[in-house]
């Protein structure tokens, strides 16, 4: 007997969810819902980061992830609706760090509101067991020049890709280097279901200019 999805999610997370982890025995319940992350960043896709990586940590992926999640806060100052999730500590803690000194992140917050909204929607995949947002992004990290055991232990088992599909209500990004992670297990399924883009498409060219 089929399992059921009971939630509303797009082709690609569903696909991915079904393929990795429930050897394609789920059938669509409900069509996608409202999202309006979606509507400012489009579908769920892999955004495609070819950068150099110092240890785990690629600092282009930050400097996107904190970019866009500026450009959210400017629709939803009090803070989006968001899950930032790594594979490893490392990366997520630097992301922290990042995002605190980035300028107009969440900027109907104080101070402290500031960092407790940074600490909750910012970790690794176990920090986020049990909860669901409207978006998820999952930054891989281990790009270009990190070594490849990194990528082959976290795309070992599909529990961290079914984790960060399964806590995403509406829309899912994967941004991290394309061609690097492609080969590292679960995480060619992904490469399979999601529409490989550009930064540039992703968040559009005068973006990434005005912060460059």
């Known amino acids: ?19 990795i982890a429930y050897a394609g025995r789920m059938v669509h319940a409900t069509g996608v819902g409202r999202s309006t992350i979606r509507d400012q960043l489009g579908p769920s896709a892999w955004v495609d980061v070819d950068a150099p990586s110092s240890g785990k940590w690629v600092e282009a992926e930050g400097q996107l992830i904190a970019t866009v999640i500026a450009e959210l806060c400017r629709m939803q100052p009090k803070g989006p609706d968001l899950y930032v999730i790594s594979p490893f500590r490392v990366p997520a803690m630097r992301l922290r760090q990042l995002l605190a000194r980035t300028p107009n992140i969440l900027p109907a917050l104080s101070r402290t509101d500031q960092e407790d909204w940074i600490e909750r929607h910012i970790g690794t995949v176990h920090t986020f067991q049990g909860k669901e947002a409207e978006a998820v992004i999952l930054m891989l990290g281990a790009g270009r020049g990190a070594r490849p055991g990194s990528r082959t232990w976290a795309g070992g088992t599909p529990n961290l890709l079914n984790v960060a599909a399964t806590r995403a209500k509406r829309v899912l990004y994967i941004v991290g280097n394309h061609e690097e992670w492609r080969g590292a297990g679960a995480f060619a399924r992904a490469a399979e ?19 460059s």
């Open 193 to 211: 279901s999601f529409p490989n883009i550009s930064p540039e498409e992703w968040i559009g060219q005068k973006t990434l200019e005005a912060v």
């Open 1 to 19: 007997m089929p399992l059921l999805v009971h939630r509303r999610c797009e082709q690609p997370m569903f696909d991915l969810a079904n393929r």
